[in-house]
T-cell receptor, first 116, second 107 residues
Framework: DTEVTQTPKHLVMGMTNKKSLKCEQH?????MYWYKQKAKKPPELMFV???????INESVPSRFSPECPNSSLLNLHLHALQPEDSALYLC???????????????FGAGSRLTVL | EDQVTQSPEALRLQEGESSSLNCSYT??????LFWYRQDPGKGPEFLFT???AGEEKEKERLKATLTKKESFLHITAPKPEDSATYLC????????FGKGTRLHILP
C-alpha cells in the first residue's frame, strides 16, 4: 500500500460548525504533515508530526487543531473557521524523522474545504 | 532566508514542442531538490529528487538536472497528458515549495 488516503474529499461547513479532516497511511511512515493550498499557490506547511508527536506548528490559528492518534492516522479538527480558510487541505507522510534523508513526501488527494 | 523561484508561471506548448522549466533556489545547506507534478484538485505526485550539482534523472519524457543555483525540468516531445502544474521544492532546514509552473500542452 503506497497511498495516503484523505476523507472527506469535499467538505462544506458554516463558520459555527465543528468538523474534522482525516488522513490515513499504511506505509510505515513516521512523519505526517498537514499542508494548506489555495488556488494557484504552492502548498503551505501547517503542522508536522514525527513519531506521533507534534514537531512543527507554523503559527497556525487555534481554530485548526491537529491530532495524531497513532502512527497511521492524522486528523485536523476544525472549529469556528473563516471563509478565507477555504482551501485544499493536503496530508502527506514520509519515512523516518521529519526533513531527514531522502525525505520524499507522499501526498494524499486532498480535502477541498469550503467555509460559508 | 531560503527561497525557491520557479519560471515561467505558465507555459503553453504544442504537442511535441520540447521546452524546459526553471527552478532557482537559495538554500543554506541544500539536502535535496524535489520535483512534483500536481493535477487540478489533486495532491502533488513525486517525480524526482536531486542531491548534488551535475546530477540528472529521467522518467519517460521528463529529465531533471541540478546546478549549484538552479534546477531544470526538461520536457521532450510532450503530450497533452503532460499538462499539469510542476512544483519544485528544496529541502534545507525545511521543505520549501516554489509557486509552480502551469504547463498546458495543446494537441
Amino acid at each position: 500500500d503506497t497511498e495516503v488516503t484523505q476523507t472527506p474529499k469535499h467538505l462544506v461547513m458554516g463558520m459555527t460548525n465543528k468538523k474534522s479532516l482525516k488522513c490515513e497511511q499504511h506505509m510505515g511512515h513516521r512523519a505526517m504533515y498537514w499542508y494548506k493550498q489555495k488556488a494557484k499557490k504552492p502548498p503551505e506547511l501547517m503542522f508536522v508530526y514525527s513519531y506521533e508527536k507534534l514537531s512543527i506548528n507554523e503559527s497556525v490559528p487555534s481554530r485548526f487543531s491537529p491530532e495524531c492518534p497513532n502512527s497511521s492516522l492524522l486528523n485536523l479538527h476544525l472549529h469556528a473557521l473563516q471563509p478565507e480558510d477555504s482551501a485544499l487541505y493536503l496530508c502527506a507522510s514520509s519515512q523516518g524523522r521529519i526533513f531527514s534523508g531522502a525525505n520524499v513526501l507522499t501526498f494524499g488527494a486532498g480535502s477541498r474545504l469550503t467555509v460559508l | 532566508e531560503d527561497q525557491v523561484t520557479q519560471s515561467p508561471e505558465a507555459l503553453r506548448l504544442q504537442e511535441g514542442e520540447s521546452s524546459s522549466l526553471n527552478c532557482s533556489y537559495t538554500v543554506s545547506g541544500l539536502r535535496g531538490l524535489f520535483w512534483y507534478r500536481q493535477d487540478p484538485g489533486k495532491g502533488p505526485e513525486f517525480l524526482f529528487t536531486l542531491y548534488s550539482a551535475g546530477e540528472e534523472k529521467e522518467k519517460e519524457r521528463l529529465k531533471a538536472t541540478l546546478t549549484k543555483k538552479e534546477s531544470f525540468l526538461h520536457i521532450t516531445a510532450p503530450k497533452p497528458e503532460d499538462s499539469a502544474t510542476y512544483l519544485c521544492a528544496s529541502r534545507g532546514g525545511k521543505i520549501i515549495f516554489g509557486k509552480g509552473t502551469r504547463l498546458h500542452i495543446l494537441p
